[in-house]
């Protein structure tokens, strides 16, 4: 069982009167990803940049490899990494040279940092563009330099805020499979998104953000199967077939939607879902009904996100 | 990991990395001048022009004594020179904290005051390349020194000094600046009053009394008597004394405030 590397105790934080943190509790184990997911203004951002030491909480406790982070700022600073929303790099230096001035800042000897860079500049694709200025690279180029920079110290624990935004899907694949080697490498990962499918796909646990809030915490797969596992989703050529199907599913908890045209039922997984199939599907094929199409729904975790964001809505426009 | 063996950060007392960060620093705002033409103009043309100007627009109708005009120009745009050489460091910063980059030092082991002192030095060596075009150029055009190494030792260590004082200065603007442009323009605007103000184009003695007396008394003009008192082999009387205690007194007081400003502006 890895010991959690970072952990974040009742953070809270506010710009003015915006409340950007409201009360935020995380772990992370070693070696996992964490994913921050939520739409923009949750206060994922933030959430970073209080535990990568950029910010100081107005109330709450940090901790990262055992470090108090907000009394011991220096010292998680040289065992953490971070690549922002935007490119953090000199636009008016090389590719090269911003790698290397980030080695020497990093405390490493004149050569040390010279030949990380050099490795750096390989490992991530930009060795064609390692002496031109920052400022003509394009935006892919800029992320991968950015992210080169934090992995200078091959730093333990990453923080990546939005790390794919603005990229394309070559891009975007290329970040998810760097950042997969790294943790498989034994990084500990924190990243923020607003793509589901993106945490989704990486994170080891999703923490759901809303309002400077955590709305939901847990696994990829336990918040799929909280929010329902499959449906059985059928749509109908006219309204008359659309009333009769909906008398002859009272038993199977059916759900309406006449502007669609389409009844949605909840059914089992595996074998037993089969069965239940077969019957709802052979019983409306028995009664001549007009059916256009139909197809198993499994949630997803747009379904996970829309669900909790308006059940977060209308409970705070209930107070 | 055995991946970083032989790349572990060297340990060395912090007082250590505030000189060595602030070094890669100031190499870093050296490497910028590759790329930025503006900058570059405004350490080697812009004083040139300045010079050039002057000296062949008011050269023959100002009265300056029984020292020449171009001598007398020429000992009061070096310190004019500094000036502008030191809102570099106020649009360095400002472009620094615009950018993503201030994130990035933020979030390294370094000595974070380093950034100020990198953008402060580096404008140190490059009034130090001024100080040559201009001394250069001002020879061709009828500056004749009347001074010893001692003397040229001291007026370029008053004019450094200048330099730092107003970098200082200028940082905090920098820090303060909403935008870029109006740390820009806020550099114009308070160099071109002290610069007129003094005696570095003409003598104050046409001014109303009342303008005079601050133009006289002003901490630029101080070092201006002190720098043509030093060059010209004229009497000083106190001026070095007292440019140096404006000028130590400006920094002393501008460079914590700066970094207080600075920390305050980047961590909230």
């Known amino acids: 069982m890895a010991d959690d590397v970072i952990i974040a105790r009742g953070l809270f934080k506010s710009f003015g009167k915006t409340v950007a943190v409201d009360g935020i509790d995380l772990t992370v184990p070693g070696g996992s990803i964490l994913a921050l997911l939520g739409p923009n203004g949750a206060g994922k951002t933030t959430v970073v940049r209080i535990l990568a030491t950029l910010l100081k909480p107005d109330r709450g406790e940090v901790t990262v490899s055992g470090f108090n982070a907000l009394r011991e700022p220096i010292e998680v600073q040289a065992i953490i990494g971070l690549a922002g929303q935007t490119a953090t790099v000199d636009g008016s230096l090389t590719g090269l040279e911003n790698l290397q001035l980030i080695g020497r800042l990093y405390h490493l000897r004149g050569n040390d940092a010279k030949t990380r860079a050099f490795e750096l500049i390989e490992q991530f694709d930009l060795k064609d563009a390692a002496q031109r200025a920052v400022k003509t690279y394009s935006g892919g180029m800029r992320r991968r330099l950015d992210l080169a920079a934090s992995l200078i110290m091959l730093p333990p624990i990453l923080f990546l805020d939005e790390p794919t935004t603005g990229l394309d899907p070559v891009g975007r694949n290329g970040m998810w499979d760097i950042i997969r080697s790294l943790v498989s490498n034994g990084t500990t990962v924190l990243l923020t998104t607003q793509y589901l499918e993106e945490a989704d796909q990486l994170a080891d646990h999703i923490i759901i953000m809303d309002h400077g809030r955590v709305i939901a915490n847990d696994t990829p797969n336990m918040l799929k199967s909280k929010i329902g596992g499959e449906q059985l989703e059928i749509n109908f050529a006219d309204n008359e077939s659309l009333i009769m199907a909906q008398n002859l599913l009272t038993a199977n908890n059916a759900q309406i939607s006449p502007t669609k045209l389409q009844i949605s039922v909840p059914v089992e997984t595996g074998a037993a879902g089969m069965r239940q199939v077969a019957n709802i599907l052979s019983s409306l094929s028995a009664a001549n009904l007009k059916v256009a199409d139909y197809n198993i729904h499994r949630a997803t975790l747009d379904d996970v996100f829309l669900q909790l964001t308006q059940h977060a809505t209308s409970s705070s426009l209930k107070m | ?268």
Not at chain 2, 134 to 162: C, K, Y
Not at chain 2, 202 to 219: E, K, S, V, Y
Not at chain 2, 235 to 261: C, K, Q, R, Y
Request: glycine residues 8%.
């Open chain 2, 1 to 268: 990991m055995n991946m970083i063996t032989g790349r572990q950060p060297l340990q060395r007392p912090r007082l250590y990395w505030f000189f060595a960060d602030s070094f890669q620093l100031l190499i870093r705002s050296l490497l910028h001048i590759r790329q930025d033409l503006d900058q570059l103009m405004t350490v080697t043309l812009q004083p040139i022009i300045f010079l050039l100007l002057f000296r062949y627009t008011f050269g023959g109708s100002i009265e300056t004594g029984n020292i020449g005009y171009p001598s007398f120009l020429v000992t009061g745009l070096l310190v004019m020179d500094m000036a502008f050489t030191a809102t570099t460091t106020g649009i360095g910063i400002a472009t620094d904290l615009q950018q993503g980059i201030i994130d990035r030092f933020r979030s390294l082991p370094m000595v974070k005051s380093a950034v100020l002192v990198g953008h402060i030095t580096a404008d140190l060596l490059r009034s130090l390349l001024t100080i040559i075009i201009t001394v250069a150029v001002g020879l061709m055009v009828g500056f004749h020194p009347h001074a010893g190494f001692i003397q040229w030792l001291a007026v370029i260590g008053l004019l450094l000094l200048t330099t730092l004082a107003l970098s200082t200065a200028s940082a905090i603007t920098g820090i303060v600046g909403k935008s870029i442009e109006f740390v820009q323009q806020i550099g114009f605007l308070w160099i071109l009053p002290l610069m007129f103000l003094s005696g570095i184009l003409a003598p104050t003695t046409g001014m109303p009394q009342w303008l005079r007396w601050f133009a006289d008394n002003q901490p630029i003009s101080q070092v201006v008597i002190a720098v043509r008192a030093l060059l010209l082999d004229q009497p000083a009387g106190d001026h070095i004394w007292l440019s140096l205690i404006w000028l130590i007194g400006i920094t002393v007081i501008a460079f914590p405030l700066a970094s207080w400003l600075f920390r305050r502006k980047t961590i909230q």
